[in-house]
């Protein structure tokens, strides 16, 4: 529920903030004499045009050799499974790389029993339709525990701008009811700040291992429609009055 808060002196200066976060922005203005101060919000729904899988391929053995070739096993089928797809394997993102030793813990010398290589892998697709063959491909070759997929956006600069312009509009109409509620006619815009922002929808892990002898049947995603991306943005105006 949006609230707000009026403050009015001689119907001259007018502040306006639409959300909780408009009032804690709108107060680094000062509402000068004549000028009226609004805040709004904004949003615009579209499509997405990128799907991120992500997934981790981790191994463990008895030494750092043995568990690092594992690793690079589990690698060659992750590129096999791109090739496969058309995919060129460098449109697989690299995020993190770890060799780590495995204690005993139990053991009062904290003995090392074996280590565990890790590295998290990123890709992201343009064209949806191969979503399905990758994951159940990864899933098939037992590359990974546990996969995500979400769905962003990566061409936004209109999105936002949409946005911007849809808070602007709010803002405006703040202004203007404002204004003739002082017998004012609203004047033009003095100063304005934009922030924006994307609500990004958290992935849940999609299991591997479960998915694996399930090539003969659809994927859990067929027929469904990717969840659209939300654009946000807020704005600070002021105008003058006449």
Request: hydrophobic share 40%; charged share 20%.
């Amino acid at each position: 529920m949006k609230t707000a808060a009026i403050s009015i002196c001689l119907c001259v200066s007018v502040v306006i903030a639409t959300s909780a976060l408009s009032r804690a922005q709108s107060s680094a203005f000062s509402a000068a004499p004549s000028t009226v101060v609004v805040g709004a919000d904004g949003k615009f729904e579209t499509a997405p045009d990128t799907a991120l899988i992500q997934f981790n391929i981790s191994t463990q053995a008895d030494n750092a050799k043995d568990a690092y070739d594992q690793a690079a096993k589990q690698a060659e089928a992750t590129r096999r499974v791109l090739h496969a797809n058309g995919i060129d394997p460098k449109a697989a993102e690299i995020g993190f790389f770890s060799v780590n030793p495995q204690y005993d813990w139990k053991n009062p010398k904290h003995k090392v029993i074996g280590y565990q290589v890790t590295t998290s892998v990123s890709l992201k697709l343009k064209d949806f339709s191969k979503i399905g063959p990758v994951t159940q491909q990864l899933a098939d070759a037992s590359v990974s525990d546990s996969q995500s997929l979400s769905y962003t956006l990566d061409s936004s600069e209109e999105a936002k701008s949409k946005a911007v312009a849809d808070a602007y509009r709010h803002a405006h109409a703040s202004a203007q009811s404002l204004a003739a509620a002082c017998g004012r006619t609203l004047g033009e815009l003095s100063n304005a700040s934009v922030d924006t922002f994307e609500n990004i929808h958290m992935p849940g892990p999609m299991r591997s291992r479960a998915m694996a002898g399930m090539a003969k049947l659809e994927a859990p995603t067929e027929e469904f429609s990717p969840q659209n991306v939300t654009i946000t943005a807020h704005v600070n105006a002021t105008f003058l009055l006449k």
